[in-house]
């Protein structure tokens, strides 16, 4: 059996997307379990009543953020996106099966998978993450040695790593003593080094075997520190990187998430005239009348026209495109695929 843990904070109508979408394409045996940090109760009573086999797991945080989302649709009051229940996720993750999958309300399946032949694979192979998603960037390749092991799975060994004890490789992701400095005028490292050790996790769609998912998290503290996730990653690959198939992936993409929409304003505050929050309640409460599709041009995103005809009365659509090219815009220039 696997767990499938769905991060979710206030998009029921991603959420539902997210757990249908498994439903159609995802086989074998496994349980859903809904990690929420704020979804009002009126969503997630929906959401139970459509899926009642799916246990909805609340954060200690949860009632102060279903307050602040109170206070934001009345009167404007900020979100703090910033503070993230990393010591919620953590715990569940712990106390769960021996592979996973941790993803996020507005992550969803594209393609079939059987867990139970992924999980096989993984005990076989000594497989500890397998990527499930990439976003369609492929310019990870060049830094891989690539080889298929099975009619579906290939090894992807990174290559080129500077691979330290704990203090340094702290000290290379933060330039401490200028040891990234020293590292660049020797030409050891160049600007585009850290990104190569993004082979070595997956944020929202990767198969892992949890106590390679519980060490990258370890310590997170309530925040999302990917420099952390990343040195700890490369602490624990230094003594496994004589196994070809400690990181592997699928042959084929089989999740996709959203560049057209936000949990909160947080992370993504370009300047325009635009409210995400306001965006999602808008959306949300369409969805709780059933008049929003969850899954309208699935298997891809919603189509932004969809969109519009919700949120064209309350939101300034054109600074909504404006918005949405920015966020993609940050993504298409690292290789992604965001259309």
């Not at 009642?52 to 307050?67: A, D, G, H, M």
């Not at 340094?168 to 850290?194: D, S």
């Not at 990181?247 to 089989?254: A, P």
Request: charged share 30%; aromatic share 16%; glycine share 2%.
């Amino acid at each position: 059996m696997s767990d499938i843990f769905i991060k979710s904070f206030n998009r029921p109508f991603y959420l539902d997307r997210c757990i249908s979408s498994i439903y159609q394409k995802v086989t074998g045996d496994f349980k859903i379990k809904i990690l929420d940090d704020g979804t009002p109760e009126k969503y997630l009573d929906k959401i139970h009543k459509k899926y009642p086999e799916v246990e909805i797991l609340l954060s200690n945080s949860y009632e102060n953020k279903v307050k602040a989302i109170a206070a934001n649709i009345k009167s404007g009051t900020s979100i703090n996106g910033f503070e993230i229940p990393t010591k919620f996720w953590y715990d569940n993750v712990k106390n769960s099966s021996d592979y996973i999958i941790v993803t996020e309300d507005d992550v969803w399946f594209t393609e079939c998978i059987n867990l139970d032949e992924l999980q096989e694979n993984a005990r076989k192979f000594n497989i500890h993450l397998l990527k499930l998603g990439w976003l369609g960037n492929e310019n990870e390749r060049k830094y891989l040695n690539l080889n298929s092991i099975s009619e579906n799975l290939e090894s992807a060994q990174p290559k080129d790593l500077l691979l330290m004890n704990k203090k340094l490789m702290t000290a290379f992701f933060h330039n401490r003593y200028k040891f990234f400095t020293i590292l660049y005028k020797l030409k050891a490292v160049n600007n585009y080094t850290p990104a190569k050790y993004w082979a070595l996790n997956s944020i929202l769609m990767g198969f892992f075997k949890k106590e390679y998912w519980l060490e990258i998290w370890k310590d997170m503290d309530g925040k999302v520190d990917e420099k952390k996730q990343l040195i700890n990653a490369a602490v624990i690959y230094k003594k496994h990187q004589k196994n070809p198939n400690f990181i592997s992936r699928l042959k084929k993409e089989v999740m996709k998430t959203t560049f057209q929409s936000s949990a909160t304003n947080s992370y993504h505050q370009y300047g325009f005239d635009f409210d995400v929050n306001q965006f999602n309640y808008l959306i949300n409460e369409a969805w709780l009348r059933n008049d929003f599709d969850a899954l309208q041009n699935f298997p891809k995103d919603f189509s932004l026209d969809y969109f519009k005809n919700f949120v064209s009365e309350k939101i300034n659509i054109s600074e909504f495109e404006k918005w949405v090219e920015k966020f993609r815009k940050q993504y298409d220039d690292m290789g992604c695929i965001t259309k």
